[in-house]
C-alpha cells in the first residue's frame, strides 16, 4: 500500500531552520505531483508548497514565498520541504501528499491530493 512517511519536525527557536523530508513507498514517486500542507491548532489544513513529478515547477503560499524550499528526488523517491527563518506563525502540523494531477494551478488544493502522511510536528517558539 502507498505509505509517506514525513520526519524533520522539530521545537526551534525563531529565525532558525529546519528541513522536512517525506519518504514514499507503493507507488511509482515520478508518476505523482508532491505537496505540502500545515495545520495550526484550531486552523483549517492550509496549502505551503507544491511541486510536479519532474520539478519543473512548483508554487508556494504568499505566507511562505522566500523562506520556504520545495524540492524531490525522484530517485529517492523522497519530498523535502527547507523552512527558513521561522516565525511562531509557522507552528504547525506539516504533512505531505502526493497528486496525480499536472497542473501546478490544482496543487494548491487539498482535495486535488490522492494520498497523506500522518505529519510532522513544527513548532517555533519567540
Known amino acids: 500500500q502507498v505509505q509517506l512517511v514525513e520526519s524533520g519536525g522539530g521545537l526551534v527557536q525563531a529565525g532558525e531552520s529546519l528541513r522536512l523530508s517525506c519518504a514514499a513507498s507503493g507507488l511509482t514517486f515520478s508518476n505523482y505531483a508532491m505537496g505540502w500542507f500545515r495545520q495550526a491548532p484550531g486552523k483549517e489544513r492550509e496549502f505551503v508548497a507544491a511541486?510536479?513529478?519532474?520539478?519543473?515547477?512548483?508554487d508556494y503560499a504568499d505566507s511562505v514565498k522566500g523562506r520556504f524550499t520545495i524540492s524531490r528526488d525522484n530517485a529517492k523517491g523522497t519530498v523535502y520541504l527547507q523552512l527558513s527563518n521561522l516565525g511562531p506563525e509557522d507552528t504547525a502540523v506539516y504533512f505531505c501528499?502526493?497528486?496525480?494531477?499536472?497542473?501546478?494551478?490544482?496543487?494548491?488544493?487539498?482535495?486535488?491530493?490522492?494520498?497523506w502522511g500522518q505529519g510532522t510536528q513544527v513548532t517555533v517558539s519567540s
Open positions: 501528499a502526493a497528486s496525480r494531477r499536472f497542473n501546478i494551478a490544482q496543487l494548491t488544493s487539498a482535495p486535488q491530493y490522492h494520498y
Open positions: 511541486i510536479t513529478r519532474y520539478g519543473g515547477s512548483w
